[in-house]
């Protein structure tokens, strides 16, 4: 299968251009409150220009007070419609082999992820599954899903390795996350996730294969630039909170920033020790401790909320999303794309979902998929914000007020898409000649 990319683009040698040039002057954008910083404050009721210039966003503020230089550049008009920063999911494990819908089923008759796990499903069945396929079946398998987050107004996107568990695997999944930036034009930041789970070979040798991770994959994948992040799933049935810090340790070494699964199942301490690390994020958290919390908001460390895990494995302990709140540590919400735990492809959903099962208020919950995204990937001065010197990233949607997009489920809205300078998608027809089909 090749990669369903929209006819008129052109795959880019640089992995850039996907689509015609979105430079221009954009009026008439209504952007959500708190998603925009505008150069000249907008006045309440009045629309919002956008003006983009070699793919960056150049100037925000009020149409009438466009400055004169960029009077003369092409017009695009949004006839008014609702417009966000591109969205940002900071955790999937988008690449791997095969599927485990029949651990869907185990589960359904009773069986817990960790007996399914036990029984010798769970990471360890898609390591096998992935370590037979190639590279090429590996990205063709990857990119309709791709797809999906993007025809959504994904803009970046994180990608784990963790279905390898053998340099020569690992290599194979993070060599096709970049791939899949270049074809598709999209950010993609790299994580090492090495320490998922114990590969069969090393079982009962937790030790040796944590030598392995630290002494090993990690230098040498880094020195291939194939590593912007590490993470390490910290649990009961993974990695313990000392081979954690082991990992954390190689990771500082080499200059590479760290992120964490963290008290998904039980709570190990892992968030607090991510946070001494200067952790980017920490991930999962449903049973995270008040110290835990404490120690993030002191680091500035991320929480990453992931409703599709809760939903998938009809987990009823939340996250303490009162307590964070509280605390005032950022919130991102992200699909955790993955074949055991979490197989969602769609980004509005999981912002449905941290609304109806996590209690977000709508605000957090698009801060969620945008501002806070970027941060736990590092790309909090580059993406998920509209404002002046930003890599053109935003997208129109046909939609009137900010809830529509946590209320609606089950829909893609036929958004406008600007990803990175290109007009990726235009399902509001702003491109056609009578300036748009949805009568907005
Ligand atoms: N936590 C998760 O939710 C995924 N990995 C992890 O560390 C689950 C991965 C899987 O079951 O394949
Ligand atoms: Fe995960």
């Known amino acids: 299968m090749s990669p369903s990319v929209d006819k008129k683009t052109q795959p880019g040698a640089r992995g850039i251009p996907q689509g015609p040039s979105a430079d221009g002057v954009w009026v008439n954008l209504n952007p959500v409150p708190g998603l925009v910083i505008a150069n000249v404050p907008v006045p309440d009721g009045q629309c919002t220009c956008v ?14 007070q466009v400055p004169a230089e960029y009077q003369a550049l092409r017009r695009w008009d949004a006839h008014g419609a609702l417009a966000t920063p591109g969205l940002v999911d900071c955790h999937t ?5 095969g599927q485990r819908a029949n651990e869907f089923a185990m589960r359904l008759a009773g069986a817990t992820y960790e007996e399914v796990a036990k029984a010798g499903g769970g990471i360890v069945s898609s390591v096998k599954a992935t370590r037979e396929a190639s590279e090429d079946e590996l990205f063709a398998l990857a990119a309709p899903r791709l797809q999906a987050l993007l025809d959504e107004g994904v803009c970046a996107i994180e990608i784990k390795s963790g279905y390898g568990l053998a340099l020569e695997h690992e290599r194979k999944q993070l060599r096709v996350a970049r791939r899949l930036g270049t074809a598709f034009g999209v950010i993609v930041r790299t994580t090492f996730l090495g320490a998922h789970a114990l590969p069969p070979e090393y079982a009962g040798r937790s030790q040796d294969y944590t030598d392995l991770v630290c002494n090993e994959m990690l230098p040498a994948l880094a020195a291939e630039g194939l590593v912007d992040a590490v993470d390490v799933f910290c649990e009961r049935i993974a990695f313990t909170l000392a081979e954690t810090e082991q990992v954390f340790q190689a990771a500082q070494k080499l200059g590479i920033p760290v992120k964490l699964h963290a008290e998904q199942l039980s709570d190990m301490g892992g968030a607090a020790l991510a946070a001494r ?3 980017l994020s920490c991930d999962h958290i449903e049973h995270l401790s008040q110290d835990g919390i404490a120690a993030m908001k002191a680091a500035g460390t991320v929480a990453v909320l992931l409703p599709g895990a809760c939903y998938t494995l009809r987990d009823t302990h939340l996250p303490p999303i009162a307590q964070l709140r509280e605390a005032g540590v950022p919130m991102a919400v992200s699909t955790d794309h993955n074949p055991g735990t979490s197989p969602a492809l769609s980004l509005l959903l999981m912002a449905n979902m941290a609304c ?21 990937l590092g790309l909090q001065d580059t993406h998920g914000l509209i404002a002046a010197g930003r890599p053109a990233n935003f997208v129109l949607w046909p939609l009137s007020e900010p809830a529509e997009l946590a209320y609606w489920y089950g ?10 300078g290109c007009v990726a998608a235009d399902g509001l027809g702003i491109d056609l000649p009578h300036g748009g089909r949805n009568g907005i």
């Open 356 to 376: 109806t099962l996590f209690r977000l208020t709508v605000p957090e919950a698009l801060a969620g998929i945008t501002t806070h995204a970027a941060r736990a």
């Open 277 to 279: 690390y200067g952790a």
């Open 51 to 64: 003006v983009v210039q070699g793919g960056r966003m150049s100037w925000v503020g009020p149409q009438a």
């Open 411 to 420: 829909h893609k809205p036929a958004c406008t898409i600007v990803r990175q």
């Open 93 to 97: 494990h988008l690449v791997y082999g």
